[in-house]
């Protein structure tokens, strides 16, 4: 099983982010129902929507925040990427961790890797610039996802490019061409690609979560935050 792969290795990886995520500037940010402020913002309105993160993180004396792992999100209803259908039951379970976080932050390979697959995933709400890592650990391979990147380094990627521990390959992308988020890195961890290229699922519906919670292990396992 991926966890326990991760786990046996967790004193080996390195950061993906140069900052301390366990610094008293961080913070852990709720984007579910129970946080009243998300009722009357505008989170379609994304220079609103960044207002509403640096006030959250002001509340909190912090200027990192970080978090989400299986987080049932409301935010996702700003964007109709997510099925907002009446007849269907839309994406809010996310699936990685969100690191908010000034745009123009390197980003770093915590392994050794090698890319995957690369996309520019450009809806309203999506990941923009997206970078898969292939990864291997005593022969079982699996998968790091970097959504909400810069096109400026992303378009210099080539699949098959080898990245080495602790390398930046890549920035924390601004708004718009982040897929319109106020800055942040979405990072995930995958077992099994499934056949996808450039792109995975990075929010679930939560009935499913017991099979995305299997297929996508707990990120902190290698950011390894207290804040989470």
Same mark, same amino acid.
């Not at 207002?51 to 509340?59: G, I, K, P, S, T």
């Not at 996310?94 to 890797?113: C, I, Q």
């Not at 391979?141 to 390398?167: C, D, K, M, N, P």
């Not at 009935?207 to 950011?223: H, I, T």
């Given at each position: 099983? *991926?966890?326990?792969?991760? %786990? $046996?290795?967790? &004193?080996? !990886? ?6 301390? /995520?366990?610094?008293? +500037? ?11 402020? *998300?009722?009357?913002?505008? %989170? $379609?309105?994304? &220079?609103? !929507? ?6 959250? /993180?002001?509340?909190? +004396? ?30 809010? /379970? ?135």
């Amino acid at each position: 099983m *991926l966890t326990s792969l991760l %786990l $046996r290795h967790q &004193a080996t !990886f390195g950061p993906v982010l140069p900052v301390d /995520l366990n610094g008293p +500037n961080v913070a852990g940010l709720d984007f579910t129902a129970n946080n009243p402020r *998300l009722a009357t913002a505008d %989170l $379609r309105d994304t &220079a609103a !929507f960044e207002q509403l993160v640096e006030a959250e /993180l002001a509340l909190q +004396n912090a200027t990192i925040g970080i978090g989400g792992y299986l987080e049932n999100r409301v935010i996702y209803r700003r964007s109709p990427h997510f099925g907002l259908v009446a007849a269907d039951e839309p994406r809010s /379970l996310h699936l990685g961790v969100d690191v908010w976080l000034a745009a123009g932050t390197p980003v770093l390979a915590p392994l050794p890797a090698t890319v995957h697959s690369l996309a520019d995933n450009d809806n309203f709400g999506d990941y923009g610039p997206t970078v898969i890592l292939q990864h291997e650990l005593e022969g079982t391979v699996f998968y790091s996802l970097y959504g909400h990147l810069s096109r400026a380094e992303w378009r210099a990627l080539r699949a098959g490019q080898t990245i080495a521990q602790g390398e930046a390959f890549a920035t924390v992308g601004p708004f718009p061409e982040n897929g319109d988020w106020p800055p942040h890195l979405h990072f995930q961890l995958i077992a099994d690609l499934r056949g996808h290229v450039g792109d995975f699922p990075g929010v679930a519906r939560p009935s499913e979560r017991e099979k995305w919670a299997a297929l996508c292990p707990d990120p902190n396992l290698v950011l390894q935050s207290k804040f989470i």
